[in-house]
C-alpha cells in the first residue's frame, strides 16, 4: 500500500531475509517483506507449479525470450529454444565477463538450488569470514541453521543400490581409484520422500530430473521451512511481484523505500512509495550490490561506505564432464539431487560435486561443479551511461578455478584413460567457466559493514545476505549465508530494537 509506514522492511525473501523476518516478527516486530519474483504457490495449465529441467518453458526463466542453460550444447547441438518472456524463476543475470544465475520468487535462490547444504570444515572458517567468531558459529548458528533448513544425509546403503544414483557411484569409485577422498554431501531434500520417488510410489520429482526451475515435491525450499513459520506469526506479509527501486533517508525519520510493482511479463503496472524504520537489504549479492551501489553513486546514500561493490566473487565454480568407457555406465535415470563430493580443498584448492546429468538416455559422462579457491574478486560499479551497474569479472579469471578443477581431474582422466567431454558448453569447449550459481560479496561484512552486518553510514539499514561474504566460502554457500543472519539478527534484535 502505497504511503503506508512500516517497522521493518526486507529487500528479498530468500535466506538472509527469512531469517531476518522470522526472527523480528518472533520478538513482536512487524515487517514487511518485498520480493520482484512471483509467489510460486499456483499451479500451471500442466497441473504443476514448477516446469521440468528437460523441458523449460515460459515459467522457467526471469525475462527472457530464449532459455540460458548451464549446459548449453549436447553432441555438440545448441540446445536452447525460444519461450515467452515471462517472470520466470530462474535469472540467467549476464555480465561482461559472467553469468550469474539467481532465483526469483518467494523463496530466493531455494527455489532453484540443489538443495546441498554443507558446514564448511571448522579449520577452513577462518579464511572465510575471518572477524566472526567460529566457537559461536559452530556452537550456536551453524546448528541452528541445520536444524531450521531441514538438512539430512543420504541412506548410505540405500545409495549402494538404487539405480538414480549410479551416476555418483561411478563419480566415488573412479575419485577413490585415484586416491581422492569421496565424501558424502548433506541436502535440505526429503530422503525418505526420494526413496518413495525411486519405488515409483508417489509423483517424482528429483528422480524425474526436476531441479533448475523448480522441484515440486521433495525438496524442503524456504517454502517449506522458514516461511511457513514466519507467516505463522502473523506479523509478516510478503508482497511478490514488487521490485524494490530506491531507498533514501525520509525526512521525519527512517528511510523512503520505492517500489515497482510488476506484472507477469515484466512492465511496471504502479510506483509505490512507503516509509520504513529499518530496512534490511536482502536481495541476495547481486541484488544488494546492485542497489546500494546505484544508490551510493546517484546521491541517495551518499555517505555508503566505499567499500560497497567490493569484494565479489563466484565461490571459484567452474564445470566440467568427462567422458567414461562403455563399462561405466552413469544411467539414464539420475536423480537431479546431489549427494557427494571429491575432497581435494587442502591440496588442491577444488571441492567437486559429483553432478547429475540428467537428461533421460545413457550418456557415459560424468559432470561435476566444482568449487575452488580462487582467490580474484571482482567490483560492481555505477555506469552512468547505461544507468546500470556493471561487474569487473573477466572470463580469464576462471583460469586459477579450471587449474584447481585439474589437480582432481587430470588425475582421474590419467587412471581411467578417459578424456574431458568438449560437446556441452559449446563446440569443443571443456570448461564451463562463463558461469556462477554462488554469487558472493558486494557489501562485505566488517568493511563496508559493522561486524554484524549494520551498514556503515545509515543507522537502521542493514545487509544481511550472500553480499556480506567476501566472495567464497570453500563449499555451497547457503548453510553458511543462513547461519550468519542467524547470528547477526540475533545481536541487532538484542541492541537495536
Ligand atoms: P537469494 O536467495 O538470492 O534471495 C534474494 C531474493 O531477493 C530473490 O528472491 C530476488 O528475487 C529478490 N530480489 C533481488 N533484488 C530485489 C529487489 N530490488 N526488490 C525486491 N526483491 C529483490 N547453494 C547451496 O548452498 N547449495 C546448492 O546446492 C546450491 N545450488 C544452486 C543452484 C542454482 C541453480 C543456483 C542459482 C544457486 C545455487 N546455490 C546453492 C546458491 C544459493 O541458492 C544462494 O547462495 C542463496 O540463495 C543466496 O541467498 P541470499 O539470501 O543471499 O539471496
Known amino acids: 500500500q502505497s504511503g503506508t509506514h512500516v517497522p521493518v522492511l526486507v529487500i528479498g525473501t530468500g535466506y538472509g531475509g527469512s531469517v531476518a523476518a522470522l526472527r523480528l516478527a518472533q520478538a513482536g516486530v512487524d515487517v514487511q517483506m518485498v520480493e520482484m519474483g512471483m509467489a510460486w504457490d499456483t499451479p500451471g495449465a500442466d497441473g504443476k507449479i514448477f516446469a521440468n529441467t528437460t523441458n523449460p518453458d515460459a515459467r522457467s526463466y526471469w525475462l527472457r525470450t530464449k532459455t540460458k542453460q548451464p549446459l548449453s550444447n549436447f553432441l ?14 530462474l535469472d540467467a543475470e549476464e555480465f561482461a565477463g559472467i553469468i550469474v544465475y539467481q532465483g526469483r520468487g518467494v523463496g530466493g ?26 566457537d559461536e558459529m559452530y556452537n550456536t548458528y551453524y546448528p541452528r541453521a541445520n536444524a531450521e533448513l531441514g538438512v539430512g544425509l543420504v541412506d548410505p546403503a540405500w545409495f549402494d543400490t538404487v539405480d538414480c544414483y549410479q551416476y555418483a557411484r561411478v563419480g566415488r569409485k ?9 565424501v558424502f554431501v548433506p541436502d535440505v531434500y526429503d530422503w525418505d520422500y526420494m526413496k518413495q520417488e525411486a519405488a515409483g510410489t508417489v509423483p517424482k520429482s528429483a528422480v524425474a530430473g526436476e531441479i533448475l526451475y523448480g522441484n515440486n515435491y521433495g525438496k524442503k525450499s524456504l517454502q517449506k521451512t522458514y516461511i511457513p ?16 527501486t530506491s531507498v533514501s533517508p525520509a525526512s521525519g525519520g527512517g528511510y523512503t523505500v520505492l517500489i515497482d510493482q510488476l506484472n507477469t511479463t515484466g512492465d511496471v503496472t504502479t510506483t509505490k512509495s512507503v516509509t520504513a524504520d529499518r530496512v534490511f537489504f536482502a536481495a541476495g549479492s547481486v541484488g544488494t550490490s546492485k542497489l546500494l551501489t546505484m544508490l551510493k553513486a546517484t546521491g ?26 562403455w563399462w561405466d555406465a552413469t544411467g539414464a535415470v539420475q536423480a537431479s539431487i546431489p549427494c557427494g563430493g571429491i575432497d581435494n580443498w587442502a591440496a588442491g584448492g577444488a571441492f567437486a560435486e559429483v553432478a547429475p546429468l540428467p537428461t533421460g538416455i545413457e550418456t557415459y559422462a560424468s559432470f561435476y561443479l566444482s568449487i575452488t579457491k580462487n582467490p580474484n574478486r571482482a567490483e560492481f560499479s555505477w555506469n552512468p551511461t547505461t544507468s546500470k551497474v556493471d561487474l569487473s569479472w573477466q572470463t580469464a579469471w576462471k583460469q586459477p578455478s579450471i587449474d584447481m578443477a585439474k589437480t582432481i581431474f587430470d588425475k582421474i582422466n590419467a587412471t581411467e584413460a578417459t578424456i574431458y567431454r568438449t560437446d556441452l558448453f559449446g563446440v569443443n569447449k571443456t570448461w564451463g567457466d562463463h558461469l556462477t550459481y554462488h554469487p558472493l560479496g558486494g557489501a562485505v561484512l566488517n568493511r563496508a559493514t559493522d561486524n554484524y552486518g549494520r ?8 545487509a544481511i545476505d550472500g553480499s556480506l561474504i567476501p566472495g567464497n566460502t570453500s563449499v555451497n554457500p547457503f548453510v553458511t549465508i543462513t547461519a550468519l543472519a542467524e547470528r547477526n539478527i540475533e545481536k541487532i534484535i538484542a541492541t537495536d530494537l
Do not use: C
Open 109 to 134: 535462490g531455494s527455489l532453484v538450488n540443489g538443495g546441498m547444504a554443507v558446514t564448511p570444515k571448522r579449520e577452513n572458517f577462518g579464511a572465510i569470514l575471518p572477524t566472526v567468531n567460529a
Open 76 to 89: 555438440g547441438f545448441p540446445i536452447d529454444r525460444d519461450i515467452p518472456r515471462y517472470t520466470g524463476i
Open 229 to 244: 513459520k514466519l507467516m505463522a506469526t502473523g506479523r509478516v506479509t510478503i508482497s511478490p511481484l514488487h521490485k524494490v
Open 300 to 325: 541517495k546514500l551518499p555517505n555508503l561506505s566505499n567499500e560497497i561493490g567490493k569484494g565479489w566473487g563466484d565461490n571459484g565454480n567452474v564445470m566440467v564432464g568427462r567422458a567414461n568407457w
Open 455 to 462: 551498514l556503515l553510514g545509515y543507522p537502521g539499514l542493514y
Open 174 to 182: 573412479q575419485a577413490q581409484r585415484s586416491g581422492f577422498p569421496f
